[in-house]
């Protein structure tokens, strides 16, 4: 079903369109556009309340500024639905985040109006700086460079790493930081309640637009003017939020706060920022899930609802007739909050995820033992190193795909002092409709590599119950568990805690003709390859090895001898992965067997659903079962 745009809308092919537009019309586009985003994302799905927020500041940016020559670059880019809808992707829409179909995030590839490829978050600042610095170098004196970053993505490291560079370099960068007061999660942290500060000085606010007016009477009358009337704007700024504005000190010009859903007022602001040079930045107050009012009230939860009847608000979940396995995140949550009451050492850390992980669980019943630290991947391992030099045994959850963010801190901060610190690594392998910025190909082959590092994977449920357990007890050393995104496949998940031997795999079946050695989920795949040749009568070894690292040698070396044809499964990426692990294995004990590596090869792989992406790399259970029937008509090769 196509969705039909409204009038104005309609004839918008481009910012162009836009800009051709009167000022007052802009209005009924923004109207416009925040109807078909609504119309959209009800029936296909995707981020919601973040682009809702930002449809007056999408439309005002476009129009006030020369895009794409001016470079406008979101933070994170689940927010640019608007943008890209101006930006003539309008009639592609509904294949947002669709195999093959429009990226849910801005991508160079897709548009020239996509300056900088995003998906994780914090980088938008420092992507704006290296263009303006370019354009300096070039001459291209009236070019601008704008970075849109939310309260939420500023609280990640690299923000204050460009903010700090920026003050000085002295390029034409304009900041538009857009606060909603959320992350995904209600955000967290100092900052947020310095912004809350500023919001609230009602002796600021009232005396603000006054500054601004007199600002732009005085900036006619040449820079040393201007020099003099910053200055002055500094004191009142400072003296009236009773401390210096943060990012006056950093040498900012700070602006606002304004109202982002003001779109004259946004308009014309931002016409005038184009003429003061330097870097600026402007405080945009905005409501996540604007004109929506039910994602207004419940900002959490209308982050990414799925699909949803845009009349009621009822959002649609597919109903079974049988209970079903819970997802992986669930099982990690509740579980944490069962070892920490057996165990007082247990802590639990989430960068900014707490809901995505399922961490919020623990941080409802025991506040005091699980955190949130802001979207600061860096600081969450190094933070969690800390408590594990006190005897503490923090669990850390991040994605595969942030925690490639805190990788310098594994190894530094945790590998080399061996601190027991367990990672539990979510939405691992796939990630599905979010795309190659979101998808955690790479962990296996990361983690494998430091010394003192366990990389496990879970199988089941039970199995994240029992490594979780395992990786809770004394001097087990840093510890990684991996689980995919979505459901396991216990519905009855709540099974007794066991320890595991750490290094051992699990033989699911002995067979004869060739051995499938699998790595966590991925493995229920071969179970179900395994039955349907069974009936053919065709028994083949299945082994869930469950550890990448350390490898179960005593199993190998039993496997190696008994089999000539060995396949190796793994939701991760080919090289360096479980499957070079198992290579590593034979070449060094001289083994000679035909092996045939299945799981993610070097390329990026697109954004689909996690089961037609692991049928494109050929390890789905039809791709499983292709390469055994290829293996097993192979004579064997030695
Ligand atoms: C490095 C990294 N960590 C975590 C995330 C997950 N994430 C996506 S959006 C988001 C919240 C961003 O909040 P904010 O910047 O305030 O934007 P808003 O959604 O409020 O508009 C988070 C934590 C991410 N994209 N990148």
Known sequence: MIIQPGELLAQIH???????????????????????????????????GASLGVVELTVALHYAFNTPYDQLVWDVGHQAYGHKILTGRRELFHTNRKYQGLSGFPKRNESPFDSFGVGHSSTSISAALGMAVASQYKGENDRQHIAVIGDGAMTGGMAF?????????????????NDNCMSIDPNVGALKEYLTDITTSRTYNKLRDEIWNVLGKISKFGPNAQYIASKVESAIKASLLKQSNLFESLKFRYFGPVDGHDIHHLTAVLKDLKNIPGPKILHCLTVKGKGFALAEKDQTKWHAPGTFDKITGEIYRVQYDKPQPPKYQDVFGHTMVELAQQNDKIMGVTPAMPSGSSLNIMMAAMPSRAFDVGIAEQHAVTFSAGLATQGLVPFCNIYSTFMQRGYDQVIHDVCLQNLNVVFCLDRAGFAGDDGPTHH??????YMRCIPNMVVSAPMNESELRNLMYTASLPDQGPFTIRYPRGQGVMPEWRTPLKQIEVGTGRVIQEGEELAILTF???????????????????????????????LDERLLHRIFQQYDKVITVEDGCLQGGFGSAVLEFMVDHQYQVQVKRLGIPDAVIEHGSQQQLHHDCGFDSE???????ELILQPVKV
Not at 623 to 629: A, D, L, N, P, S
């Open 14 to 48: 481009s910012p162009a369109d836009l800009r051709e537009l009167d000022q007052e019309q802009l209005l009924q586009v923004s109207q416009e556009l925040r109807q078909f985003i609504i119309d959209n994302v009800s029936i296909y799905g995707g981020h919601f």
């Open 623 to 629: 791709g499983i079962e292709r390469t055994v029937r």
């Open 161 to 177: 790493e460009a903010l700090n560079h920026a003050g000085v370099a002295n390029a034409n960068l304009l900041v538009v930081l």
């Open 440 to 445: 955690g190909n790479y962990d296996i082959a």
């Open 520 to 550: 966590g989920h991925i493995g229920n795949y071969a179970v179900e390859v395994c039955k349907k040749l069974k009936k053919e009568g065709v028994t083949i070894g299945h082994y869930d090895m469950r550890f990448a690292k350390p």
